[in-house]
């Protein structure tokens, strides 16, 4: 899935999001699975906000968490604990531990230039 530019910012035409397939681990005898899902990303700005959307069906995507990368990289707002989020230079993970039901979705990331 692509969702690129969800924002009040600029739009760049160099800046580009790919989202790559998803990892499942599943611990064997233990009712604990985990994913993680990876976007690539491609800015021109040092100072980028990674958002993860999720979406259930016939609903509107729902805000999960922002991660700040580059020169933000400090910069966070993750309000369900559960989730949690990595970024690096040109990459965004987003982990869910203890995965339920309730998780069933589409999952987006986004970019953001913070300036």
Known sequence: MLLQKLTDGDCRAQDTVNQ?????????GKSVTIV???CNYRASSENIYLYWYKQHSNQAPQYLLYKGARLYSMVK???DERFKSTTSRNSTQLTIPSLTIADTAIYYCALRDAQ
């Open 77 to 79: 707002d993750i309000p």
């Open 36 to 38: 993680t899902l990876s």
């Open 20 to 28: 790559t397939r998803g990892n499942v681990i599943e611990y064997e």
